[in-house]
């Protein structure tokens, strides 16, 4: 089991920038990759980024790339998103997640409660 929470969501205005972290506990951190992800009022849940246990590879929705960094710190069992010129529409409750070789099979078997972001313009 993985157990993982969020935080670092707020209210910031649009061309802001965010950094949202994860917390994971349970199983032993570098077994699992790790994503965040996000849903909007109305909206399916959408990727966001994702990272691979190692910290080695990343990759980005095309809504982010270019202005959000994934990263993992493995001594502190945490993963971090940052975001930069953010948008109304990055508005949503961001939640990270975790699972085996979710980097490639993109399926995550745990998630975190969720942080809600909210982007004023």
């Known amino acids: 089991q993985v157990q993982l929470v969020e935080s670092g969501g707020g209210l910031v205005q649009a061309g802001g920038s965010l950094r949202l972290s994860c917390a994971a506990s349970g199983r032993p951190f570098t077994s699992y990759d790790m994503g965040w992800f996000r849903q909007a009022p109305g909206k399916e849940r959408e990727f966001v980024a994702a990272?691979?246990?190692?910290?080695?590879?990343?990759y980005y929705a095309d809504s982010v790339k270019g202005r959000s960094t994934i990263s993992r710190d493995n001594a502190k069992n945490t993963v971090s998103l940052r975001m930069d010129s953010l948008k109304p529409e990055d508005t949503a409750v961001y939640y990270c997640?975790?699972?085996?070789?979710?980097?490639?099979?993109?399926?995550?078997?745990?998630w975190g409660q969720g942080t809600q972001v909210t982007v004023s313009s």
């Open positions: 997640a975790a699972g085996d070789n979710s980097y490639y099979t993109r399926k995550y078997d745990y």
């Open positions: 990272i691979t246990w190692s910290g080695d590879s990343t």
